[in-house]
T-cell receptor, first 114, second 110 residues
Framework: NAGVTQTPKFRVLKTGQSMTLLCAQD?????MYWYRQDPGMGLRLIHY???????AKGEVPDGYNVSRLKKQNFLLGLESAAPSQTSVYFC?????????????FGPGTRLTVL | GQSLEQPSEVTAVEGAIVQINCTYQ??????LSWYQQHDGGAPTFLSY??LDGLEETGRFSSFLSRSDSYGYLLLQELQMKDSASYFC???????????WGLGTSLAVNP
């Protein structure tokens, strides 16, 4: 099993350009999450999904859109990139047994917006 | 509101024991998770406490007191590879979202 994979690993954009980050998981998890992490900071939730076809906003959703057309994939889109979106983006997935929520993370995408 | 407090930095020597405390305030609470993150890496799950008490996993143990809104991670027989950031993350129950703070940076010195 590959676990959680993210594409691409690195990307440099110019202000105003658009891009899509792809997250894929092969663990049949219902829940998927997109986080961003800035230097010396914790994780901030951008958007999340509780199942195929559903998405919801996290704490910092502005400037991002997401889609979950297939259970195994969760896409994060930046329509018009800004330097403030320079960050490391992590995707995670999880399953539920009672209150147990172990999140499995991908390796991250390091995005620089010039 | 919601809040989360952990020490920002902890330093220890190889072979020692270190305790990282976490106090939280959430509107709902289902349990407390701990994650480890090495520089340049992704967070990885260490432990989860849903009930009061101590959970032991090898050299690591995690404790929870729901009545005190408090938990800690205990790392024993410290090794250099334990140098990393450690995050406590309450599960506040709202669609299984975790609350993330700034974490604790642990430096293990020879």
């Amino acid at each position: 099993n590959a676990g959680v994979t993210q594409t691409p690993k690195f990307r440099v954009l110019k202000t105003g350009q658009s891009m899509t980050l792809l997250c894929a998981q092969d663990m049949n998890h219902e829940y998927m999450y997109w986080y961003r992490q800035d230097p010396g900071m914790g994780l901030r939730l951008i958007h999340y999904s509780v199942g195929e076809g559903t998405t919801a906003k996290g704490e910092v959703p502005d400037g991002y859109n997401v889609s979950r057309l297939k259970k195994q994939n969760f896409l994060l889109g930046l329509e018009s990139a800004a330097p403030s979106q320079t960050s490391v983006y992590f995707c995670a997935s999880s399953y539920q047994i009672g209150t147990y929520n172990e999140q499995f993370f991908g390796p991250g995408t390091r995005l620089t917006v010039l | 509101g919601q809040s989360l407090e952990q020490p920002s930095e902890v330093t220890a020597v190889e072979g020692a024991i270190v305790q990282i405390n976490c106090t939280y305030q959430t509107s709902g609470f289902y349990g407390l998770s701990w994650y480890q993150q090495h520089d340049g890496g992704a967070p990885t799950f260490l432990s989860y406490n849903a009930l009061d008490g101590l959970e032991e996993t090898g050299r690591f143990s995690s404790f929870l007191s729901r009545s005190d809104s408090y938990g800690y991670l205990l790392l024993q027989e410290l090794q250099m590879k334990d140098s990393a950031s450690y995050f406590c993350a309450p599960n506040a129950g709202n669609n299984r979202k975790l609350i993330w703070g700034l974490g604790t940076s642990l430096a293990v010195n020879p």
